[in-house]
């Protein structure tokens, strides 16, 4: 590849420029060491059509188209030679040739700061910028209490794929198999606050889970049942978050928790599946047993400040700089609240 000279001594100022201080300037010296220093770089940055008579800075009508109307200084030139250099166009998206992430006075960003060095995992999750651990000022749904239960939840099934029994009902040993469970999801989830408590107003947070299993009966024979769970965390039995100190079982804890309840905004919970839904042999009855886990998180509304990273390209301020757009998927099942239940 042919290397352009310059004669620095035929350098002509832009017309926008003082012609004292630009040529006096060594930033004229830096732009031309740094379009030098570009043809050596792994990235082969080409500099074309630069002769001994050409000049360097552009005149103002060049400037105007390439800038839409608006002039373009030496220096705004060379550092956007600087910033050109640090990037490589590839499948329409700006890649940084190295990436590093440091968690500045801030500790707390070291594993994601872990993901962003790792060169594997930056690949694969588009992380494309250098980014130090800063903080962000957020609105979120901040977790305060927690209630974590246990479930099993037992139901009678047909026994027989025509859901018909024997002359006293039940299994009838000796005629078809037991079904087994072909597969299962969760339908329908909620929880609300319980003002009409029967001991005392507001103690607990009433929950439901309604299930959707499909029984397999052999060959294409399949059945479907919804089994529901209705069950109650008491005030009691909430641990608050980060502490994990629980509300006391008497008046004093009942009043704690009536002051938080105040604050509360919402909830969620997480269901986990234990292990598989199974059918077992009770007497002359199939029962089908789900073993699952809610975890009943209670919300509220917060702004918070948080250390965080912002591992994409990030323009100067004022600038567009990446777009993020979020889809909440509407086709499929979509879990909502339960109909016919303690909430509705």
Not at 151 to 167: E, F, V
Not at 215 to 240: E, H, I, M, S, W
């Amino acid at each position: 590849m042919s290397k352009g000279f310059i004669n620095k001594d035929e350098l002509e100022p832009p017309e926008f420029a003082d012609p004292a201080e630009e040529t006096a300037s060594p930033d004229i010296d830096e732009a031309i060491n740094e379009v030098v220093k570009a043809e050596d770089t792994d990235d082969e940055q080409v500099v074309e059509n630069l002769d001994e008579n050409k000049e360097l800075a552009p005149t103002g009508a060049d400037n105007n188209i390439l800038k839409g109307g608006t002039s373009m200084s030496c220096k705004e030139e060379q550092e956007l030679m600087r910033e050109e250099a640090q990037m490589d166009v590839a499948d329409n998206e700006f890649t940084m040739n190295t990436v590093t992430c440091t968690t500045g006075d801030d500790p707390n960003c070291k594993e994601c700061c872990d993901v962003v060095n790792n060169h594997t995992k930056r690949e694969r999750f588009g992380y494309q910028i250098n980014t130090t651990c800063e903080c962000h000022d957020i609105c979120v749904q901040d977790v305060r209490d927690i209630c974590v239960k246990r479930r099993t939840l037992k139901t009678k099934i047909p026994c027989r794929p025509d859901g018909s029994a024997g002359c006293r009902g039940g299994f009838l040993p000796g005629g078809f198999p037991p079904p087994t469970v072909r597969s299962w999801r969760v339908l329908c989830a909620e929880e609300c606050l319980d003002p009409t408590g029967l001991s005392r107003p507001c103690d607990r947070i009433r929950n439901e889970v309604e299930f959707e299993v499909v029984l397999n009966y052999g060959g294409n024979n399949f059945g479907v049942v919804t089994p529901k769970d209705t069950f109650d965390c008491f005030f009691y039995q909430f641990a608050r978050f980060p502490s994990g100190n629980r509300f006391q079982n008497n008046n004093t804890g009942f009043n704690q928790w009536r002051n938080e309840l105040a604050f509360i905004d919402g909830s969620c919970k997480v269901i986990i599946f234990e292990r598989n839904p199974f059918i077992t042999i009770e007497g002359n009855d199939c029962i089908l047993n789900i073993e699952y886990k809610v975890i009943d998180k209670l919300w509220k509304n917060e702004n918070l400040l948080v250390s965080a990273l912002r591992p994409y390209f990030n323009a100067p301020e004022g600038g567009q700089a990446n777009v993020t757009v979020k889809k909440e998927f509407e086709q499929g099942h979509k879990i909502g609240p339960c109909v016919n239940g303690p909430c509705t």
